[in-house]
């Protein structure tokens, strides 16, 4: 299983971007989906999580500004993310848990993407 991030890069505050990330492989589904973040010096987070193509978790530091969607469809989990705060500056990294056949799961990193958020 490879994954794809795309959709990064320089944005003034307040402003949107959109991430994505598709996984290609030998996969039956993926649940959950999700992204995370790690900018410099600090610890890896969850950014957000999208469980069943349904429920939603998000950190309390991008709730109502971010919105996590999945499509088990094209194996593509997206990020929006709105009214951007230089403090979203960040590597962000979708984990994808992949489900094989006869109930095998691995879950698999992207590549990262780089978000700017400054003026």
């Known amino acids: 299983v490879q994954l794809q991030a795309s959709g990064g890069g320089l944005v003034q505050p307040g402003g949107s971007l959109r991430l994505s990330c598709v996984a290609s492989?030998?996969?039956?589904?993926?649940?959950?989906m999700n992204w995370y973040r790690q900018a410099p010096g600090k610890q890896r987070e969850l950014v957000a999580a999208?469980?069943?193509?349904?429920?939603?978790n998000y950190a309390d530091s991008v709730k109502g500004r971010f919105t996590i969607s999945g499509d088990n469809a094209k194996n593509t989990v997206y990020l929006q993310m709105n009214s951007l705060k230089p403090e979203d500056t960040a590597v962000y990294y979708c984990?994808?848990?992949?489900?094989?056949?006869?109930?095998?799961?691995?879950?698999?990193w992207g590549p990262g993407t780089l978000v700017t958020v400054s003026s």
């Open positions: 984990y994808m848990v992949v489900w094989y056949g006869l109930g095998s799961v691995q879950g698999f």
């Open positions: 492989g030998n996969i039956l589904r993926i649940n959950p």
């Open positions: 999208i469980t069943s193509g349904v429920h939603t």
